[in-house]
């Protein structure tokens, strides 16, 4: 018996990393798992996104979990897309019980270098996206008297960073969609969150695009992948023990606890030591941009 038996769980973003680490974990709690996905380019976006093939990789390893999957290509900016997406949902699996608006894009350079195509696409993406799902799940939920949702946000809306502003415009925006949610919604059995991750190890942080911004090149290794656990915006990015996660909930999240979990408090907290995983209990992250004439996060 797994914790989410006989659950349903809608996750955007659903066809590589964070995302598919979500409907992973939570089918093996033995969730049904709905995979929301583009798999398409965004013409504006500076990095490959994921492509049908990721989609169909994430639904056979949803599945080898021994749970049901429905995977839709869908842009969560089309709102009718969305829509469609959650009635079949309904149509499926008869429920749905848990929202991940995980699916996000992310932007670098300056304010100059990104263009206003990129803006439209970073807030149209992260923010309007999450609304878009949001909006479209809570008629079900609502009649039902249950639901959870967890928003994607980012750790960092907790500082200024340069070279990603739409990004955390966006971002921001998220925490203030989901405090409004929350307390409209708290008298209707249905709880609002959001995860703040850091760096997470994903093609998201892996690109040239954010490897030219943020890492120069004295520091690349030839022929190898940068551990942005390891080297982030120029600064030394460790790993540190620590006695316990202040924020109580995005530190220690993962995938399987994310649907139970979202009653809990919002806070920032997490770096990924692998792909789409969120800090282990006990973890925490500290920033020491101690190199001189570097961009510090």
């Known amino acids: 018996m797994g914790r989410m038996d006989g659950r349903v769980a809608i996750i955007t973003g659903g066809a590589r990393g964070q995302g598919r680490a979500h409907a992973i974990a939570l089918a093996r709690e033995g969730a049904s798992i709905v995979l929301v996905d583009i798999a398409d380019q965004v013409d504006a976006v500076q990095y ?36 469609d997406a959650v009635s079949r949902t309904v149509a499926e699996f008869g429920r749905i019980d848990v929202l991940v608006a995980n699916a996000g894009i992310v932007g670098y350079g300056t304010a100059l270098e990104q263009s206003h195509e990129l803006f439209d696409a970073i807030v149209g993406t992260c923010l309007t996206g999450a609304w878009n799902c949001c909006r479209a799940v809570l008629p079900h939920m609502i009649k039902r ?53 850091y760096i997470v190890n994903t093609p998201l942080a892996h690109s040239e695009a954010a490897y030219k911004v943020f890492v120069p090149d004295d520091a690349r290794v030839t022929g ?3 551990a942005l656990t390891t080297v982030v ?15 109580g909930f995005a ?25 789409g995983a969120m800090v282990p209990h006990g973890f925490d992250v500290a920033f020491d941009a101690t190199h001189v004439g570097r961009p510090a996060l």
């Open 48 to 83: 490959p996104l994921a492509v049908p093939a990721d989609l169909d990789q994430a639904q056979e390893l949803v599945e080898k979990e021994g749970a049901r999957c429905l995977q839709v290509q869908a842009d969560v900016r089309n709102r009718a897309a969305i829509d």
């Open 224 to 226: 190898k992948r940068v």
């Open 145 to 197: 008297g249950y639901g959870r949702i967890a928003i994607t946000s980012s750790g960092l809306v907790g500082f200024a960073a340069p070279n990603v502003t739409p990004y955390i415009a966006a971002k921001n925006g998220v925490v203030g969609l989901m405090k409004g949610l929350a307390l409209e919604l708290i008298d209707k059995g249905i709880t609002v969150n959001i995860v703040q991750p």
């Open 233 to 247: 915006a120029g600064g030394v990015a460790r790993i540190r023990e620590c006695s316990r996660c202040d924020d």
């Open 251 to 275: 530190g220690r999240i993962r995938g399987a606890e994310l649907a139970e979990r979202v009653g809990g408090q919002g806070g920032s907290g997490g770096v990924a030591v692998e792909p």
